[in-house]
């Protein structure tokens, strides 16, 4: 068998308004690690909005582009999603980070209720039609919870508290008929039946390298699947 290579979907660069930059990185090192190439797109649309990230604070006057500012975290390698073709593709990887909820579907704004951008639902629906396997980590499980009715996923426990923060998504994939299912920072859960592998990533408050960790037994799995 030849070299498996991976599609990556990146959202911009940087957690409060795109992609959350130590997990691209820990799905970069796993896959080099395991002999896989990593493929980046991103989609050429504008952000929804820019984030000061020393303040937390929207920048009003600021307008940034999804691909330009992914490019940022590939060197200058990523494509337009526009170009993906999934032929010649094994799997598909969506990192976290808000990103995902602001550029890659309405998830931040709307809820249960998003929508998820053309291409990367497109995307997403023709790996699964290929029955080639999807990882998505940290919020991006939320685009196979809409995407695919009834799949599993984990974004790690359903119980709000310091350790899980975010644990109300939990609740409310649920209530879009999705199956949560709760695992720790350094766990995933398979959903064999969508060839689905999530873990919770950063929607845990645990050290980088429980993360890093969480992400590369994902990574792992995605590969063994292809």
Same mark, same amino acid.
């Given at each position: ?24 990185? %820990?799905?970069?090192?796993? @896959? ?6 990593? *493929? !980046?797109? $991103?989609?050429?649309? #504008? ?81 699964? %039609?290929?029955?080639?396997? @999807? ?6 499980? *939320? !685009?196979? $919870?809409?995407?695919? #009715? ?77």
């Amino acid at each position: 068998m030849g070299q498996k290579k991976v599609a990556v979907i990146l959202s911009g660069c940087g957690v409060y308004d795109g992609s959350e930059v130590h997990e691209v990185s %820990a799905v970069m090192v796993h @896959l080099s690690r395991e002999g896989a190439q990593a *493929v !980046l797109f $991103a989609p050429n649309v #504008p952000q929804k909005h820019v984030v000061n990230h020393a303040t937390g604070q929207p920048m009003e006057k600021e307008e940034r582009n999804v691909l330009a500012e992914s490019a940022r975290i590939g060197r200058g390698n990523v494509k337009d999603l526009d170009l993906l073709k999934v032929q010649d593709l094994d799997a598909l990887i969506i990192p976290g980070g808000f990103g995902v909820a602001k550029n890659l579907c309405s998830w931040a704004s709307e809820g249960k209720d998003c929508s998820v951008s053309e291409g990367v639902e497109g995307a997403i629906r023709a790996f699964h %039609a290929a029955g080639k396997p @999807l990882g998505l980590c940290c919020i991006a499980p *939320v !685009l196979a $919870a809409k995407i695919l #009715p009834g799949c599993e996923v984990t974004v790690g426990h359903d119980a709000e508290c310091e350790t899980w923060p975010y644990a109300q998504t939990a609740q409310a994939l649920k209530e879009m008929g999705c199956k949560h299912v709760n695992r720790s920072v350094g766990e995933i859960h398979v959903d064999p039946k969508h060839k689905l592998v999530t873990t919770s990533a950063f929607m845990c408050n645990a050290p980088v390298h429980e993360i890093h960790d969480g992400i590369g037994k994902m990574v792992h799995e995605v590969l063994r699947m292809a």
